[in-house]
């Protein structure tokens, strides 16, 4: 790890008016020390917003839910209101990584945590994602990576917190100093690595996520989150998928499926949606949206079984969502 | 199995003491006890009972160290402060195959707080060159990624790690394999340029030195007994499978590491080891210090599992660098360096053919295996086919083949894992053809009388009962199974250890062993022998261990711990015993073989006088210590009970439309002599099976192919069992008395489950999918695989 300055803040104001010289900012810290400590980012000054109280907390409007960057997963998912009304963001949440990183780590940088993929994450390779141009996955070792929506770079999105606001259709605050507040949707938070592979996010240098929006659900809706890993305790998802299902009795009006480890960046799956919506919900209508969550899929050489773990995702989340079926004992507990 | 000549057989023999004939009881309580006649040494003291007779060894008893484990209190190696103590960091090799040119340390030594560098000049570990002309150069040859090159110390850690970035190295590249099957083709880049051989260590590990090498090919290794062509025409039916295991580390929770402090006229040296003994043997040897000026101490172990003996690199750069510094030198590998270069348990490649009876008997058993230990060997897997059951003929050939990759070393119970994989998968898949149960045809093939037992105790077991006869029985995605699985393991003893016990006038008792306690709980089962000798409760006991200015220890590897020192503790405290009732008996006015030590008194056998609390006898010493030193006497038959082992069985559900296999419950029933602490054996046990699950379903070393290197070194993405990956665990302990020693204990590490729970874990799958999975770790895409392939070879 390199030397750096660090800048300890309190207010929104005072970690603006820091955001220069290349600064980072640090929040639980979770996943951006291990990038220090591995030798892949070396900033040259931190500014630590863990203490900005102002960021912190969940509120729970006419409109929806506004959250603080700095809520911790472990209090999303333990929270009442979210727990009755939003299940699949307390599913995303309260299935990250372990209960000890869930007390630590903060849901924007959950959502603002760097791509998994072992080539980017060693300083050992000098990749596409660090300002090279060259990718090391596609001939090499690739069991985890994408099987869709990739040409560049094909790591897989690694927010589960991601997963469940792009269901829920939430947007995010960003703040600077100069220019004020805008809002970006989830799925524009992200940049896709074809357009610009070394910037993950839209949020420029003097930007600070300051609060997580998230439009209150249509009456009938039902939602859930389910993550399939190699080992249930502490693994990232090989498949996963949001489910949110509108329903109107029996009736699927609208469905929102959602995926995480299928591509570089969280996507929403129209072809499962469409096979869900104006249908009732059935294992036989759940199975065929899986079936076609990965149309159009293109493996690589290591992770063709994907294709039959999404569907099996997407089909038991539906049915869990729908309650026609209880949380997975395959997926993460 | 070890094949190589141990530590004891390398040593001249000690003369016999004069004997006595004694009997002991032998087998298993409630099934098989009995008593057997032995010739032990006169000198021994009295025949314990079994376990029930006794009153603190045979019982539970909590940890000797746990309140210190558990608080923070321990001091491992990484805990040690010295005074100006400096920080030393690796700089290591970033290819996987390369001459080096030149090593220019000048920036790193200008470095502020930089205090000493060091360039390493031999590389411990990897095979050595028959002919070490070979290697021209100045500088060892880079034959895997993460080789250590040199080392900086400095005042901080940061300093040391950020000189160590400024270590200038020239590389000459050469061309590198680390793909097993391509290492094997004859185009292949040579790991070395000529056959190459690695020693094995005291726990296993390293390979034979006698046989051919080709290209990267070293071996075959062959073992015959009689004629598996013949063996195999006198067949009526014949099974075969392929097999794969991968590599797996290590991956203690404490990392290799050491502090060395280099003073005039003594070396010391706390190191995370296995064997203090072993730490200084190897750095008196490399630089050339007398036995008596090199002290090791190792106070409290996170871990080895075979890859911690000798100094290794960490230890003899850090000497080096206390020495060249004058100031005591910190070397802890992080986990990267821990996953690359200290050890690692081989990969395998088996093909077993076995020919069998109607009637079960086998015939003839076929194995040609080839594994990789990296740059290293020791990738033998015949142990279980070799020495589990009984055959008419047996034919292997074990190949190590090299790549650029960090050496093996021995890791629990070597090869055994990776062997018994295939072996109880083929002898379940021999039971189907068979048309009989995979436990009746073990009843057949298998006289180990102890193991007759413990399939008894597993057929009688509500888990057993609950198997379904017919494979993949159940309806709909999520399939359960039961399988069984058996293992083996070896009475290696070790004679070259001692105790000494004391007694002080203030009624305190201590015992020393320069042992280390790896984590196995030896600290606990020395204090329960002396309570048992002394009739005072074992917390009343000083255990002193971890140092070699107390009489030397076993090096703990091969399970030969708790079999090879207790006895010998035993006897000191017998004779410290004897001692100390003779030295107060006229002070009491009776005869010394009137008084009895129990329930924390001395008593008078005859009733002269009412019971004195021990403490109080013991001011009547006429000194103020009395010691008695006993070095461990050999099995009293060692013709006899030369193997042990146990029967594993795992309940499994498998997902079909995920490829996941959970394991929902293990049970496991093991014998290992006498259990000394069966708490303490029962955690062992568990220990060994949760790494076995964790080998099967998820571990695995991944390099890629075009550039050589680790891309998991991590616990991250190298994945580990846990804990919702840990089933629920009954242990069944098998006391089996087998009359051998003044304690008659065995050892368990070793065969903890974790040979065998691989296999009931595949025997499980079969039994759960009518699908063979013959290829580890099991993960979802190796299992859809097997599953849509419908079972055919792997």
Redesign the interface.
Known sequence: MNRFALADCTTIDAALSQLKDGAVVKAGGVDLLDRMKDGIEEPQRLVNIRNVAELRGIRETLQGLTVGPLTTLAEISEHPGIRAHYQILSDACGHAATPHIRNMATVGGNLLQRVQCWYYRSANFQCLRKGKDFCFAFEGLNQYHAIMEYTGCPSVAPSSAAVALLGLGASVELTSAKRGKRTVGIRELYVVPDANPTKFTVIEPDELLTAIVIPRPAPGTRSAYQKYGEKESFDWAIADAGVVLEMDGPICRRAVITMGAASPVVRRSPQAEAALAGKPVTEETARAAGRVSVEGAQPLSMNAYKLDLFPVAVYRTVLLAAGLRGRDPSAAG | MSNRPTEDALLPQAAMPANSTVKMPVGVPGYTLHEETRQAPASEPPVWPINKDLQYVGHSAHRYDGPDKASGRARYTSDVQLPGMLYAKFVNA?LPHAKVISVDTSAAEKYPGVRGVYVVEHVLGPAELRNPALDRGRYPVVRFAGQPIAAIAATTP?AA?EAATLVRIQYEKLPFVVDLDKARESNAPPVFPGPADEEGSAGGGGGPSDVHQTGNVHGPSVHRVRDTEQGFKEADVIVEGHYITQVQTHSALETHGVVADWKPGMLTVWASTQGTASVREELAGYFDLPMSQVRVITEFMGGGFGAKFGAGNPGVVAAALSKKTGAPVRLMLDRQEEHLSVGNRPSSDQTLRIGAKKDGTLTAIHLVSYGTAGCGTGAGCAGPATNLYQYASLHTEENDVFINAGPASAMRAPGHPQGAFALEQTIDDLAVKLNVEPIDLRDKIDNHPVRRVERQIVRESALWKSRSPVPGADQGP?KRGVGLAQSVWYRFVRTNCAAEVRVHRDGSLEVLSAVQDIGSGIKTVLAQILAEQFGVPPSQIAVKVGDTNYPVGPDSGGSVTTLSLTPAVRDAAWQAAQKFLADIAPALGVSPSDLVLVDGEVRSGSGKFQPISFRRAAAKMTASQITAQARRVPDYDPSKYLTYGGVDVAEV?V?T????V?VRRVLSVHDCGRPMNPEQTISQINGGIIQGISFT??EDR?L????G?M??PDL??Y?I?????IPQIDVRLVEAYIGQSSTDASGIGEAAGVVSIGAAIGNAVYNATGVRVRRTPM???VV??ALRQGGTQA
């Not at chain 2, 890629?704 to 550039?707: E, G, L, N, R, V």
């Open positions: 970033a940061a790690q999520v559900e997902d439309e995920l490829g996941r959970h379903l998820f991944l890629d192919p075009k550039y290197l891309v998991n991250d993405l994945k069992a846990g804990a919702r990956e993960t979802p895409a859809l695989a």
